[in-house]
């Protein structure tokens, strides 16, 4: 009886479990998309009821990576980036001075954490397939095992990765954020001078540097599974804050501490899928200001403004 007990459970997980790795190598595939291959692109990103379409271009050239993301809707923003240069193209003064920059759409898949995803997401791929901008897609569904995660869904090329589509979903499987390529090209006539501003438009040029490390002073007494610091050390943003990074493998959590002269309540505030809260506390007679950043459930930001805490030897 045992005997055909556990060949039993064997059978029911064995799919499971082929289903995971398979799952995993499909997004394997996806992250090294962005950068192994050339394309270019239109896709909409929707968030919190708000809908913008956007033109990206990549491609390597002379070996060197060039990427180009346009807003064709609103502020029409272009961000350049050559390597670790970083230029922002306003076609309205007014822009200019404001400094708006969109994000990267695929940024937060670039550092995806796929071995980790299978300790607290179940992938499942999708039996049928589905065409996205004229592509066949293989269909990835990862499903939070908490409350403290939303669930993804990924559409990818079928013949070379890319991320076609991807909709982030609360726990109740409401649609959150999304964004869908509605043409792409992957064999793109891409030269240098494509990433060149044109004359007249307003620009500003950054080089990319990572904040300095400074010894982490703070620590949680709770986080949820999956979820560790991505960095030993906190990150020197201004001369009175500090940044931490937390992250499961798919979402992550800016952390910011901030020495501060007052007291604030616990706030939050949400855009779409992305939570922010910020509370004040108290250690001894400084007043430090907490703000949390995330693509998490509200829960998950209010938890964690009240497991955090200053390391014995800082108190």
């Given at each position: 009886m045992i005997r055909a007990f556990l060949t039993l459970i064997l059978c029911l997980t064995l799919p499971l479990a082929h289903a995971s790795n398979v799952g995993v190598d499909w997004l394997s595939r996806m992250v090294n998309s962005f950068d192994n291959l050339s394309y270019e692109g239109v896709f909409v990103h929707q968030e919190a009821g708000a809908m913008n379409s956007m033109r990206i271009r990549h491609g390597l050239i002379g070996g060197v990576a060039y990427e180009s993301l346009e807003d064709l809707d609103g502020q029409?923003?272009?961000?350049?980036?050559?390597?670790?240069?970083?230029?922002?193209?306003?076609?309205?003064k007014e822009d200019f001075d404001i400094g708006l920059v969109p994000n990267t759409p695929f940024k937060r898949?670039?550092?995806?954490?796929?071995?980790?995803?299978?300790?607290?997401?179940?992938?499942?791929?999708?039996?049928?397939?589905?065409r996205i901008a004229s592509r066949q897609a293989v269909k990835l569904t990862l499903i939070p095992k908490d409350?403290?995660?939303?669930?993804?869904?990924?559409?990818?090329?079928?013949?070379?990765?890319?991320?076609?589509?991807?909709?982030?979903?609360?726990?109740?499987?409401?649609?959150?954020?999304?964004?869908?390529?509605?043409?792409?090209?992957?064999?793109?006539?891409?030269?240098?001078?494509?990433?060149?501003?044109?004359?007249?438009?307003?620009?500003?040029?950054?080089?990319?540097?990572?904040?300095?490390?400074?010894?982490?002073?703070?620590?949680?007494?709770?986080?949820?599974?999956?979820?560790?610091?991505?960095?030993s050390n906190a990150r020197k943003m201004n001369d009175t804050t500090n940044m931490m990074?937390?992250?499961?493998?798919?979402?992550?959590?800016?952390?910011?501490?901030?020495?501060?002269?007052?007291?604030?309540?616990?706030?939050?505030?949400?855009?779409?899928?992305?939570?922010?809260?910020?509370?004040?506390?108290?250690?001894?007679?400084?007043?430090?200001?907490?703000?949390?950043?995330?693509?998490?459930?509200?829960?998950?930001i209010?938890?964690?403004m009240t497991a955090i805490m200053p390391k014995a030897e800082y108190d």
């Amino acid at each position: 009886m045992i005997r055909a007990f556990l060949t039993l459970i064997l059978c029911l997980t064995l799919p499971l479990a082929h289903a995971s790795n398979v799952g995993v190598d499909w997004l394997s595939r996806m992250v090294n998309s962005f950068d192994n291959l050339s394309y270019e692109g239109v896709f909409v990103h929707q968030e919190a009821g708000a809908m913008n379409s956007m033109r990206i271009r990549h491609g390597l050239i002379g070996g060197v990576a060039y990427e180009s993301l346009e807003d064709l809707d609103g502020q029409r923003i272009e961000v350049i980036r050559v390597d670790d240069s970083v230029i922002c193209v306003y076609k309205e003064k007014e822009d200019f001075d404001i400094g708006l920059v969109p994000n990267t759409p695929f940024k937060r898949f670039k550092k995806l954490d796929e071995g980790r995803l299978v300790q607290t997401y179940d992938i499942r791929i999708a039996d049928n397939h589905k065409r996205i901008a004229s592509r066949q897609a293989v269909k990835l569904t990862l499903i939070p095992k908490d409350e403290y995660r939303y669930g993804h869904s990924f559409w990818v090329d079928k013949e070379n990765g890319f991320l076609l589509k991807h909709d982030v979903l609360d726990n109740n499987g409401e649609l959150l954020e999304r964004i869908q390529f509605t043409s792409v090209n992957f064999i793109p006539d891409l030269k240098a001078e494509d990433f060149s501003p044109k004359e007249g438009l307003h620009t500003q040029q950054f080089v990319k540097s990572d904040p300095d490390p400074v010894p982490n002073r703070w620590q949680f007494e709770w986080l949820p599974q999956g979820f560790d610091l991505v960095w030993s050390n906190a990150r020197k943003m201004n001369d009175t804050t500090n940044m931490m990074l937390l992250s499961d493998g798919m979402s992550t959590v800016s952390v910011f501490v901030e020495e501060s002269d007052r007291k604030r309540p616990q706030t939050l505030m949400n855009l779409g899928a992305t939570i922010a809260g910020e509370k004040s506390i108290q250690v001894g007679d400084q007043t430090y200001l907490l703000t949390l950043v995330g693509e998490v459930p509200a829960q998950t930001i209010q938890r964690l403004m009240t497991a955090i805490m200053p390391k014995a030897e800082y108190d």
